[in-house]
């Protein structure tokens, strides 16, 4: 089979990290007699250099044109002087919402191999950790309203959070399904105390909840799952939550993990088109260093091969190779405190591709 790929490495690690991502698909592609073609686009920082514009039409074009997408990282200080619609994070809300994106999943599991680097305690981490967040990603206060004017108080900025009824239930959707194939939980998190689009989207989310009667759903205020996550993460299974709000839970969850460096995302659209992309930043400093670690990208690749491309045995390969290579005692900079041997990013590639072809 032949696959499509727009590959948008991005600024500072992106690069480093996509590069070993598309080793391991080869790796698959050899195994399982696979062709991924690549095509690469710039967006972020890259582009405002090369085209001063952070996300280009052709890229848009380009992702459009191809079966998935993926994203390495972008943004870093060299922009921070960029006017802020052009800055270049805006590339990635641009593409979200170019390419339809509406649904942002991203898996926290604390390997069993890594459980020593969570920075909760062992009683409260247990024998594992497996949650996902299901973020809206097209909506709310980030493609909302916004400007500035002058008031009473001198000069001020505004930014609307506004939800549609049909945005909250195909969300809602999406977390439902991912339950029903899970442990059959899902935590709505709004501020439906304080905030009228938070009082729509849990109504809303109760409707969608009764056709999906074997799953429990539970309701939280977004100041106490917070607080609850690092409490009794054990007690999580699918959080379904706004742009904002995942933005934020999100990378507090990838933390509890003990790295942001091991936690892949999809962002999807209805049908099977996905742009994949690790959770972590750009991570300028350590650019070009061999200090990045590549895991978060690969798993991501992994979530590519079973969610765009239906390939269920590739993907299962891909973190087979990834559990072997802890549990085998291989470490990157970022997750070996003090122990196993460590290796460099395109060491960290080479060897889980190794292990995919053996």
């Not at 990603?137 to 009473?152: A, H, N, Q, S």
């Not at 059959?184 to 109504?203: F, Q």
Request: aromatic share 6%.
């Amino acid at each position: 089979m032949n696959y499509k790929i727009a590959v948008i490495p991005g600024d500072g690690i992106g690069p480093d990290v996509v590069g070993e991502a598309i080793r391991v698909l080869d790796a698959v592609g050899a195994r399982f007699g696979h062709h991924f073609e690549y095509t690469k686009v710039l967006a972020g920082g890259a582009a405002i250099d090369a085209y001063g514009q952070c996300l280009p039409e052709e890229t848009v074009k380009t992702a459009r044109a191809a079966d998935a997408v993926l994203l390495g990282a972008v943004g870093g200080p060299k922009w921070d002087d960029v006017p802020g619609d052009q800055r270049p994070e805006r590339a990635l809300l641009g593409l979200r919402k170019a390419l339809g994106l509406y649904a942002n999943i991203r898996p926290a599991m604390v390997f069993p191999d890594l459980a020593d680097a969570s920075p909760l305690k062992p009683e409260i981490i247990g024998s594992g950790l497996d949650l996902v967040i299901v973020r809206e990603l097209t909506g709310g206060i980030y493609f909302g309203e916004k400007g500035r004017r002058d008031t009473d108080l001198g000069p001020a900025a505004y930014d609307v959070e506004q939800y549609s009824e049909m945005e909250i239930r195909r969300i809602a959707r999406i977390a439902f399904d991912m339950a029903m194939k899970r442990r059959k939980k899902v935590t709505s998190v709004d501020k439906a105390n304080v905030l009228e689009s938070s009082r729509l989207w849990r109504k809303t989310v109760a409707d969608v909840s009764k056709d999906y009667p074997e799953v429990e759903l539970d309701n939280l205020y977004v100041d106490n799952a917070s607080m609850q996550l690092v409490r009794n993460p054990q007690q999580f299974d699918v959080i379904l939550t706004s742009n904002l709000f995942g933005d934020i839970l999100s990378d507090e969850a990838s933390q509890i993990t003990g790295s942001i460096g091991m936690l892949p995302s999809a962002s999807l659209t209805d049908g099977s088109f996905g742009m994949y992309e690790p959770v972590h930043g750009s991570a300028p400093d350590i650019a070009g260093t061999g200090k990045a670690n590549p895991i978060a990208t690969i798993l991501s690749a992994a979530m590519m091969l079973r969610d765009t491309f239906g390939l269920l045995d590739e993907a299962d390969a891909v973190e087979k190779a990834v559990d072997q290579f802890l549990h085998d005692g291989f470490r990157t900079a970022d997750i070996a405190r003090g122990q196993g041997r460590v290796l460099s990013t395109r060491e960290t590639g080479e060897k889980i591709a190794a292990f995919i072809g053996a």
